[in-house]
Each structure stands twice: as C-alpha cells, then as structure tokens.
C-alpha cells in the first residue's frame, strides 16, 4: 500500500513534465482572443436598462466608445452614456488555466483510484482476524470491554507490512483499554 503512493507520485510528475514540454512558454506565446477583453458595464440611463459589453480589444481601444455595440443612446447623448460607464481591461492565462485543471484532475483521479483500491481490493487482502473486537461503550461490564490477546509463537515475524500495522493497532487498543480500566474503575491517573 506505501509503495503504490510513489507510483502514483511518480505517474503526476512525470504528466506535469510532459504536459511542460508540449506547451509553450508564456512568454512564447500571443495573446489569443479568448485571452483579452474589455468588459464595459453601463447602468440605466433615462429610459435604457443597464447592461454589460464584452469585446476582444487591445488596451489602449478599452473605452465605452469602442466597445458598446450597437451604441443605445443617439448621437448627441453618447457622451453623457460613456461617462457613466466604467470599462475594464482583463487579461488571463488560459495556457495556465488548463494545466491547474489537468493537475487538478490528476490529483482528483488518484485519489479516487485511491479509494476505489481501499474501498474493493483491500478488504479482499486482509484476513479476517477471529482476536479483534470493536470498543465498546463504558458502561459495559469490564469482561466484555477488554479486547483478548493473542499470544504470538516466539519464532513468528510479520511478514507483511499490513501484518506489522495491524500487530501495532492492537498493541494501542490494549495500552487503551488498560489506560480506560486504570481511570474508571479503579479512579487512578496514570503516571
């Protein structure tokens, strides 16, 4: 199970690294219409409702004059409409904007493989353990809380790193439940 985490690691950098060298540099690249615009948003004017224009237009043209399309207002009126409105240059990476999603939904797809490998392939690994027992509550009388030991032969060793976790866990819930028997019933802090 730990050595799966560095292949997957490995998977996602070794992606980011081509995805690096299929796409240009920034600095390679011009600015694509979808990575300009000039966003003009005007409010209502005597009988006109408010309404916001988007146009791909260079920096200096990001003006009300060259943006509003089809101009609302007539002729003489256009200059007072203009002064209200209040234009905006944005520009944006869409070249970046892509590779954040891609590493987004690699990371979002290992986990996923993740959790599918946790979900059916690992309890299909474990073997069912006859000594494990699930807490119980401490009303219960104290037969029924302590987990029973099993004695491990002095030649054994475990084998597998699962082995090594599991034997670890119940080593804790022991020590655990010696620690709820020392404090509840017996009302001594442990030193």
Not at 73 to 94: I, M, Q
Not at 100 to 108: A, E, K, P, T
Not at 133 to 138: I, M, S, Y
């Amino acid at each position: 199970m730990l050595a799966q985490c560095p292949r997957q690691c490995l998977s996602s950098l070794l992606l980011l690294v081509l995805l690096c060298c299929l796409l240009p540099p920034p600095a390679q690249t011009s600015k694509s219409s979808e990575d300009i615009r000039c966003k003009c948003i005007c409010p209502p004017y005597r009988n006109i409702s408010g309404h916001i224009y988007n146009k791909n237009v260079s920096q200096k043209d990001c003006n009300c004059l060259h943006v509003v399309e089809p101009m609302p207002v007539p002729g003489n009126d256009v200059e007072a409409y203009c002064l209200l409105c209040e234009c905006k240059y944005e520009e944006r990476s869409t070249t970046t904007i892509k590779v954040i999603i891609i590493i987004y939904l690699s990371v979002v797809g290992a986990l996923l493989l993740y959790m599918a490998f946790l979900v059916l392939v690992d309890p299909l690994i474990r073997k069912p353990d006859a000594y494990t027992q699930p807490l119980h509550n401490e009303e219960e009388n104290e037969d029924t809380r302590s987990l029973p030991t099993a004695p491990i032969p002095p030649g054994a060793r475990a084998n597998t790193m699962l082995e090594r976790v599991e034997g670890a866990q119940q080593r804790w819930k022991r020590q655990v439940q010696e620690q709820r028997k020392t404090v509840f019933d017996r009302h001594k802090m442990l030193s």
